[in-house]
């Protein structure tokens, strides 16, 4: 369940030839350290530029967080992608409120994001395909750098790959 399906470097290594290959339909998204770095509320430079690839391919996007609506918000609007805040991830609520609104089934979704804790038990225990992406950024909060600790030990010396590469 702590394992990611796959293991990339950004969430720009997601392509659509993969995600046709793997019958992937829509992409559940987590904000911090996947799009931007922690707290920004900038995007990374080539994110718009990936999502706009996606939206012409078909690819449906929700961004789901932990964070608060205050935090989400603005910078899902910014993207302009729908968003659930305080998703409470590895819960499945806000998946399962995110395949609602991307109108799919977990197989046919990808779970992106940085934290094995969060980001992919929700998806695994979701049922959709998990990437992890290698953080954008250092962590700055106490207890994310204690997790980083543990997801060491989870992955085992397993370093991101290119989806070309697997």
């Known amino acids: 369940m702590l394992q990611p399906d796959y293991y990339i470097n950004r969430v720009t290594g997601l392509t659509l030839p993969f995600l046709r290959r793997k019958g992937i339909r829509g992409l559940v998204l987590d904000v ?31 961004i789901v967080s932990n964070n608060s609506d205050n935090r989400v918000r603005p910078f899902a609007e910014l993207l302009g992608l729908d968003y659930v805040a305080d998703g409470q991830k ?10 609602r609104r991307l109108g799919l089934s977990p197989a046919e979704i990808a779970v992106v994001g940085d934290q094995i804790f969060t980001d992919i038990l929700g998806g695994n ?3 959709a395909l998990t990437v992890m992406v290698a953080p954008l950024g250092p962590e700055t909060v106490p207890f994310i750098k204690f997790k980083r600790v543990l997801e060491r030990g989870v992955l085992h010396g397993r370093q991101p790959q290119e989806l070309e590469e697997v």
């Open 32 to 62: 911090d350290n996947t799009l931007t770095t922690h707290d920004n509320p900038t995007p990374w430079p080539d994110i718009a530029a990936w999502l706009d690839t996606m939206r012409q391919g078909g690819i449906g996007m929700v």
């Open 125 to 127: 225990r979701f049922g």
């Open 90 to 99: 590895p819960r499945l609520a806000g998946m399962r409120r995110a395949a």
